[in-house]
């Protein structure tokens, strides 16, 4: 049986970000965007402030996407919400945004360890085990919020467990693993073929793909049976899986 956050028909769509192209990503009006367009699953990072305060952010600095600079695991909470993303939205709390969307279905990465205990804090504090999902290039830290959370939480596997059932080593990373979130290639090689999906699916693996953007290519991505696509261009992928009947709206 498959965890709560898995148990839909038909493929997932997700807001990578939100919908990092229409609106700053990581806003609650990119957020705002997407659910009003008929999404369910958003997707997120988180970091903590120096206070420990978790933010949907991606990066670790300010830098790149608002119109202040410094490492968030530096600044308090005060000091970074004075900062605009894109020198115009508020930089949005994990907790707000839970709040904000209570029937939104939250994909979350933790980018650094500092995260990963005020994540299952809030998690489990607002009773949110059952619509998020937990995944991170750091299989370590994904299963630390496992630990903290329990058996309740949905998360997927690390670069280890990709490489095994790509290559078809033995499977022990594979353990305890709800879903596979990956790109198309890495390191020169394709990634999601027809094989890569069955042999996940045989398990009972979830396959989703990040970051889709082309028409053309999440159709070939359907084709092959994954179960879900990210996406910075939420319009778009809405429009593919509209022409293919499939849009849960």
């Not at 994990?94 to 939104?104: K, Y």
Request: charge should be negative; glycine fraction near 8%; hydrophobic fraction near 40%.
């Amino acid at each position: 049986m498959h965890h709560p956050f898995l148990a839909t028909e038909g493929p997932i769509g997700f807001a990578h970000r939100g919908g990092a192209g229409p609106h700053p990503e990581n806003t609650e009006r990119a957020f705002r965007h997407a659910m009003d367009l008929g999404f369910r699953y958003l997707e997120t990072d988180v970091h903590v402030t120096s206070d420990g305060v978790l933010v949907a952010f991606h990066d670790d600095r300010l830098d790149r996407v608002t119109d202040a600079t410094g490492a968030l695991a530096e600044l308090t909470w005060d000091d970074v919400s004075h900062a605009r993303v894109a020198g115009t939205d508020p930089v949005l709390r994990i907790e707000e945004m839970l709040e904000a969307f209570p029937d939104a279905f939250v994909n979350i990465d933790p980018k650094a360890w500092s995260a990963v205990e005020p994540l299952a804090e809030t998690l489990v504090r607002m009773d949110a085990l059952d619509r998020v999902c937990v995944t991170s290039f750091s299989r370590r830290r994904t299963l630390a919020v496992k630990k903290l959370t329990g058996d309740r939480l949905c998360t997927g596997g690390a670069a280890g467990a990709v490489v095994q059932l790509y290559s078809g080593m033995p499977l022990r990373m594979l353990r305890d693993i709800d879903v596979l979130q990956v790109p198309t290639r890495a390191g020169g090689r394709e990634i999601v073929n027809e094989g890569f999906v069955r042999r996940a699916h045989r398990r009972g693996i979830h396959v989703h793909v990040w970051t889709i953007d082309d028409p053309s290519e999440m159709h070939r991505l359907l084709d092959l049976g994954v179960d879900g696509i990210m996406t910075d261009e939420p319009t778009i992928l809405r429009s593919v899986f509209l022409e293919r009947g499939i849009w849960p709206g």
